[in-house]
């Protein structure tokens, strides 16, 4: 059976820019791996410090208990994934992605400005914004990736890891900017900084949006194939493709509600019981949310030319595979918190180290995946139907983020070392069954996952890589 991609570019590689040589993007990818870096220092750069803002009693911060300062995290962050359901179907129907993503970023700089004010309404009207904007935002980008290639271009799943490290290079650079100001000068001033974030991405995508996209995005439909019909009947496979993405999307919570104890639960245990000294000198709690997107950076590339490699020998995991495999190792990632648990109640403080080994295995986590799940979301889903149904992925982030603020909520009255171990059994469980079903889920893709077995970058080559982030 012939695979079936959701989103094709406009039939001709001039329209972006497409090149001819297979090892090779178009520089569009560039511009939205560009855009999505400093979407993302503004997203990440609020998010290292919403929950330490919340619970400050002492230098401007809201004040409130870590239960309530959780939850509101744990709310905030799932309104922030389903929004784009919303914001998908509107870019479908009405404004076009490219639209969308102005409108959507434009909105988030206001709300960064507006958590950079005093006081609680200020303070709530900046979480709507970015809420709202998020909604318009996040799944249209994602999707103009798709875009920019033709039906079975062997380069997609290449550029959905490449724009991954994109969105990793701004939550790279938002805890070490963002973060660091918030931290040693005031909250305001780094929400201040992550507003500044966006301004620059919204920007980058006006100056440079008409030379590198031709008509991607730019019209209602398909992001490169306006003219694609809309409302006709689904067939029978395009249905069990989109049952295995509501299945996959079931399985993703259990990931992305460990995963989300990052900026909650995660962060709150840095600040207060491990021992952040090193030669004397106090690591900002913050910084540590940096381990992981640094990590993306560092290993994507070799995730990427592993995945292809496995291809070429016709051993590339299926989807399911995959994403079981996060789950297993982000599960695993926890039972280095437990160790932590463990000495900061016998001693005190938890060496830091523990904190480092659960970052590293949730990003081997994260990058068998997330950006999997990203390119497989877009294969899975109808033309007609691509915004809305990446929207639909974003549900796993949804619930899992509510749940994460939920669950984090709980360690007072569990223990850390008791909650950190149910997390740990419960994301393992669920990735060792979805290893058990994925024969089944893999055949009711109908071969919406197989690409053309052709090298997607040279790995003794650094041409295919993307800009390494500048820290200054």
């Known amino acids: 059976m012939t695979a079936v991609h959701p989103v094709a570019g406009p039939g001709t590689p001039a329209d972006i820019g497409l090149p001819a040589d297979p090892r090779k993007h178009p520089k569009g990818l560039y511009l939205l791996f560009t855009t999505e870096m400093w979407e993302r220092m503004s997203y990440y750069g609020m998010r290292a410090l919403l929950t330490l803002y919340m619970v400050d009693k002492t230098r401007g911060g809201l004040g409130l208990d870590d239960k309530t300062a959780l939850q509101i995290y744990g709310i905030y962050t799932a309104l922030v994934f389903l929004t784009p359901l919303a914001g998908g179907y509107l870019a479908d129907r009405y404004l076009g992605q490219r639209r969308a993503v102005v409108i959507g970023g434009t909105m988030m ?11 609680l309404p200020a303070f709530y009207a900046g979480l709507s914004m970015l809420i709202l904007g998020n909604g318009m935002f996040k799944p249209n980008i994602a999707t103009m990736v798709g875009g920019l290639y033709p039906k079975g271009d062997a380069r997609r799943d290449s550029a959905f890891t490449i724009f991954y490290m994109g969105i990793n290079s701004g ?8 973060g660091t100001l918030g931290e040693t000068v005031g909250w305001h001033y780094g929400f201040a900084a992550a507003g500044l974030g966006m301004g620059l991405g919204i920007a980058t995508f006006l100056l440079f949006n008409k030379r590198f996209l031709g008509n991607v995005g730019l019209r209602p439909g398909s992001p490169g194939r306006p003219e694609v019909a809309r409302g006709r009947p689904l067939t029978r496979e395009e ?13 993703s919570v259990f990931f992305w509600a460990a995963f989300e104890q990052a900026g909650g639960l995660m962060n709150l245990y840095t600040k207060s019981k491990l021992n952040r000294y090193v030669f004397g000198w106090e690591i900002p709690a913050t910084w540590f949310q940096a381990v992981n997107p640094l990590g993306i ?8 030319s592993l995945w292809l490699g496995l291809a070429r020998k ?30 900061s109640a016998a001693e005190g403080k938890a060496a830091l180290m523990w904190m480092v080994a659960t970052y590293v295995f949730h990003t081997f986590g994260e990058l068998c995946l997330s950006p999997v799940g990203l390119s497989t979301a877009n294969k899975l889903a109808p033309s007609h139907l691509a915004s809305l149904l990446m929207g639909v992925w974003y549900l796993s982030n949804v619930m899992g983020n509510y749940l994460s ?5 709980l360690a007072g009255q569990l223990g850390e070392f008791e909650l950190f171990l149910s997390v740990a059994a419960g994301t393992m469980v669920a990735g060792a069954l979805l290893l058990a ?10 071969g919406a996952d197989k690409i053309q077995a052709e090298p997607l970058m040279d790995p003794k080559s650094q041409a295919e890589l993307p800009p390494k982030p500048k820290l200054a």
Request: proline share 7%; charged share 10%; hydrophobic share 60%.
């Open 171 to 178: 939550a790279l650079l938002a805890p070490l900017i963002s």
């Open 314 to 343: 016709g051993k590339d995991p299926a989807p399911p595979v995959k994403l079981g495999l996060g789950l297993i190792l982000v599960g695993i990632g926890f039972l280095f918190l437990c160790g932590a648990a463990r000495q």
């Open 239 to 251: 249905w069990q493709r989109i049952l295995v993405l509501f299945i996959l999307v079931l399985f």
């Open 405 to 409: 603020g939920w669950i984090g909520g």
């Open 109 to 119: 700089m206001i709300g960064q400005f507006l958590l950079a004010m005093s006081g």
């Open 297 to 304: 950076i560092l290993l994507g590339p070799v995730f990427s």
């Open 437 to 446: 079903i994925s024969k089944p889920l893999h055949k009711m893709m109908h």
